[in-house]
């Protein structure tokens, strides 16, 4: 006779011991404190959400036990036909349980604490000269289109041309609720193999541009004493409008106490400049201050830029084979237009399915 399996009981006490917070949770969003805080409701409902889909797996899990021991009861009390599809049903019902629980292992990752913000991400051109500055200015129009595919919003905060029209440093901000989640795989050294313009004798040059990717934080997770701050004012240079280069409109801001330097210049107001400064100040500091609290994060935010040689990379995008290859899980495909058209989930649902396969193997050891 099929009986439901005792093997997951573990995995699903780990759900019910959050059945208390689940509860007070309700309390708290029903609680009009909480309501007016919008900081605090974001993060109240944001937890609730996740524990709503413990509640709803246990009460699954409770109907399914129950269909199985009701079919148990009537294949022992029938014969013939009967019989056989009562106890179909029994491991019918054992097989979905089997199923709930690999969902339930998914639930119990821990969620990623950025998950659901918006992005800065800055490129500048690392290694190869004015080529280095192209590819980099590549790379902005990839993510520019990547952004319009998945329906995000994307401004750039600041933008340093080169001389050929490549990007010497860029600054932008995607805004969406998936783009971290997504574009957090972006940050490290990405390397081009191509003829550039630059070369006459056709020779295949090999350059790169470097990535970092922070997630955006807000004004209170983030406090910045003024008096810690150094911030000069000039006028500004480069591309940018008639007004640009007739006022002190350019703002760099210097962090005493980390050594960060923060520089805008893109917008006509120095109070405009300033604050997307602030702003990026602000990402930065927080990715300093998690990786000095973590020392497996500070290696990973360390190696998102490295030194930008052609020796470190995360990615290279051969021209000539028409060829990406990411190198974190070995991955090499041959569509290389489309994704520096902004097709970009072909290399990032691969890099999505790897987290989600490494974590879920985590937990299962973790709970064996």
Do not use: C
């Not at 960060?260 to 990715?287: F, G, P, Y």
């Amino acid at each position: 006779m099929t009986q439901p399996s005792s093997e997951h009981d573990a995995l699903f006490e780990r759900l019910a011991s959050h059945t208390g917070e689940f509860r007070e949770l309700e309390q708290r969003l029903a609680d009009p404190a909480t309501a007016a805080d919008p900081d605090e409701l974001r993060k109240v409902s944001q937890r609730y959400h996740q524990l709503q889909a413990f509640v709803d797996a246990l009460s699954e899990r409770d109907r399914l036990i129950d269909d199985i021991a009701a079919a148990n009861e009537l294949a022992e009390v029938s014969d013939g036909d009967d019989r056989t599809a009562f106890e179909q049903e029994a491991l019918s019902g054992n097989e979905k349980l089997e199923e709930l629980a690999q969902h339930v292992r998914e639930l119990l990752i821990p969620p990623d604490p950025d998950a659901g913000r918006n992005v800065i991400v800055e490129i500048r051109g690392a290694e190869g000269g004015e080529e280095a500055n192209l590819f980099a200015g590549d790379l902005l129009d990839m993510y520019r289109g990547y952004a319009q595919l998945r329906g995000w919003k994307f401004e750039v905060l600041s933008h340093d041309a080169s001389d050929l029209g490549g990007t010497n440093q860029v600054t932008f901000i995607i805004r969406g609720e998936d783009a971290w989640q997504r574009l957090k795989f972006e940050g490290g050294p990405h390397r081009v193999q191509r003829v550039p313009v630059t070369e006459s004798q056709g020779r295949v040059h090999t350059s790169s541009a470097t990535v970092a990717v922070l997630p955006e934080a807000d004004e209170v997770e983030v406090e910045i004493d003024d008096r810690d701050l150094d911030i000069d004012v000039y006028r500004s240079s480069g591309a940018g409008g008639q007004h640009v280069n007739t006022t002190d409109s350019a703002v760099r801001i210097t962090h005493r106490p980390s050594g960060l330097v923060v520089t805008m210049q893109d917008e006509r107001s120095q109070l405009q400049n300033r604050a997307r400064a602030m702003q990026v100040l602000r990402a930065r500091l927080k990715a300093l201050a998690e990786s000095e609290q973590d020392s497996q994060r500070s290696a990973d935010r360390r190696s998102q830029v490295g030194g930008g040689g052609r020796s470190e990379k995360i990615r290279t995008y051969n021209f000539k084979e028409s060829r990406v290859t990411d190198h974190r899980i070995g991955l090499t495909i041959h569509r290389l237009p489309e994704v520096l058209a902004g097709a970009l989930d072909h290399v990032i649902e691969p890099l999505l399915l790897e987290e989600r396969e490494r974590l879920l193997a985590e937990e299962t050891e973790a709970a064996s």
